[in-house]
Nanobody
Framework: QVQLVESGGGLVQVGGSLRLSCAASGSIFSSSAIRWFRQAPGKQRDLVASITRGGATNYADSVKGRFTISRDNAKNTVYLQMNGLKPEDTAVYYC?????????WGQGTQVTVSA
């Protein structure tokens, strides 16, 4: 069983920064790709960034150059550094592990960017 707990969200002004954390329990963390998604009110949940077990990263076009995903396998934690925040980044952010078709999600952390 895998449990994911996100933290680090909050209210920030346009252009500000936040760092989200996702702490995982369970033995699969270090061997798994980890993904960050976000969901704004009334919209679908969209992939924001991903990182493989080897550290290769990928980003949605909307966040390239502003967000950085990283992982610390010793701490079973993945991070999402978000800089240059925009109002359209406002959403609940979730981390995710897809373990051979079984998806694990955290409870999410709210990010609100005020104009």
């Amino acid at each position: 069983q895998v449990q994911l707990v996100e933290s680090g969200g909050g209210l920030v002004q346009v252009g500000g920064s936040l760092r989200l954390s996702c702490a995982a329990s369970g033995s699969i963390f270090s061997s798994s790709a980890i993904r960050w998604f976000r969901q704004a009110p009334g919209k679908q949940r969209d992939l924001v960034a991903s990182i493989t077990r080897g550290g290769a990263t990928n980003y949605a076009d909307s966040v390239k150059g502003r967000f950085t995903i990283s992982r610390d396998n010793a701490k079973n934690t993945v991070y999402l550094q978000m800089n240059g925040l925009k109002p359209e980044d406002t959403a609940v952010y979730y981390c995710n592990i897809d373990d051979w078709g079984t998806n694990y999600w955290g409870q999410g952390t709210q990010v609100t960017v005020s104009a």
